[in-house]
C-alpha cells in the first residue's frame, strides 16, 4: 500500500506507521501501469484540476478495480439549506455519477451512509451534531467552507435557529437516527 499527495507538507505531516506516501498528482500517477491491483480515491475528484485525467490515470495504473468515495452532486443533505453555496459548489466541482460511469466504464454504485459519532470531520460529519458548524475551529477542516464567501451568514442563522428550536423543529428527527445519507457514493469500477 502507498499514498499519492501532492502536498510535501502533508506528507511531513503524515503520523508514524502510516503507508508511505509519494509526492504526485492524480493527473500524472508517477507509477508504471498496473502496478496495483486496486486503486482508491477518497474525497479528493474535485480538487483535480483535469478529473477525467485524473481518472484515466487511476486506471493506468490498476489492475483490477478502481475505487472512487465521492459524492453526489444531486444529493442536497441538511446543511444546504443554510448553504446553498454548497450546492452550487458540488454540481461545479463534483462530476456527476453518470459522468464517473463514461470515464470508468461499469461501476456499481453504493451510498455509504455516515454513522452519527463520525470523528472524521469532513464536510457532512456532523450531521447529528449541528453545533459543530458553529464552532469555527472544526470548521476550519473543511475546504468547502473556505470557498463560500458568504459562509459566516448561514452559520449565523444555524446558530439562532439552534438556539430558539427551528433546527430542531425541521430537522430533530435525525437525533435519533444511527447513520444519515449525506450523499456520498462509493463507486467501484467492474471491469
Same mark, same amino acid.
Given at each position: 500500500?502507498?499514498?499519492?499527495? $501532492?502536498?510535501?507538507? +502533508?506528507?511531513?505531516?503524515?503520523?508514524?506507521?502510516?503507508?508511505?506516501?509519494?509526492?504526485?498528482?492524480?493527473?500524472? *500517477?508517477?507509477?508504471?501501469?498496473?502496478?496495483?491491483? !486496486?486503486? +482508491? !480515491?477518497?474525497?479528493?475528484? &474535485? &480538487?483535480?484540476?483535469?478529473?477525467?485525467?485524473? *481518472?484515466?490515470?487511476?486506471?493506468?495504473?490498476?489492475? =483490477?478495480?478502481? #475505487?472512487?468515495?465521492?459524492?453526489?452532486?444531486?444529493?442536497?443533505?441538511?446543511?444546504?439549506?443554510?448553504?446553498?453555496?454548497?450546492?452550487?459548489?458540488?454540481?461545479?466541482? +463534483?462530476?456527476?455519477?453518470? %459522468?464517473?460511469?463514461?470515464?470508468?466504464?461499469? #461501476?456499481?454504485?453504493?451510498?455509504?451512509? #455516515?454513522? &452519527?459519532?463520525?470523528?472524521?470531520?469532513?464536510?457532512?460529519?456532523?450531521?447529528?451534531? $449541528?453545533?459543530?458548524? %458553529?464552532?469555527?475551529? *472544526?470548521?476550519?477542516?473543511?475546504?468547502?467552507?473556505?470557498?463560500?464567501?458568504?459562509?459566516? !451568514? @448561514?452559520?449565523?442563522?444555524?446558530?439562532?435557529?439552534?438556539?430558539? @428550536? !427551528?433546527? =430542531?423543529?425541521?430537522?430533530?428527527?435525525?437525533?435519533?437516527?444511527?447513520?444519515?445519507?449525506? @450523499?456520498?457514493?462509493?463507486? %467501484?469500477?467492474?471491469?
Amino acid at each position: 500500500m502507498v499514498a499519492l499527495e $501532492p502536498s510535501a507538507e +502533508m506528507i511531513r505531516q503524515r503520523p508514524a506507521g502510516a503507508a508511505p506516501a509519494v509526492q504526485g498528482s492524480a493527473g500524472n *500517477i508517477p507509477f508504471s501501469d498496473q502496478s496495483f491491483d !486496486a486503486v +482508491m !480515491a477518497v474525497l479528493t475528484i &474535485h &480538487h483535480w484540476p483535469d478529473q477525467q485525467q485524473g *481518472i484515466r490515470e487511476l486506471c493506468r495504473v490498476a489492475r =483490477e478495480r478502481v #475505487v472512487l468515495l465521492t459524492f453526489d452532486p444531486a444529493a442536497r443533505p441538511w446543511l444546504t439549506d443554510y448553504l446553498p453555496e454548497l450546492a452550487t459548489l458540488d454540481e461545479a466541482a +463534483m462530476p456527476s455519477l453518470e %459522468v464517473l460511469a463514461d470515464w470508468l466504464g461499469p #461501476v456499481s454504485v453504493e451510498p455509504v451512509l #455516515v454513522p &452519527h459519532d463520525c470523528t472524521d470531520g469532513f464536510l457532512y460529519a456532523y450531521w447529528r451534531r $449541528p453545533a459543530a458548524y %458553529v464552532d469555527t475551529r *472544526i470548521r476550519k477542516g473543511s475546504s468547502s467552507f473556505w470557498k463560500i464567501e458568504q459562509a459566516e !451568514a @448561514g452559520f449565523v442563522r444555524l446558530a439562532e435557529d439552534l438556539a430558539n @428550536g !427551528a433546527w =430542531e423543529q425541521r430537522y430533530g428527527a435525525l437525533l435519533t437516527e444511527d447513520s444519515y445519507d449525506a @450523499g456520498y457514493r462509493l463507486v %467501484v469500477s467492474l471491469r
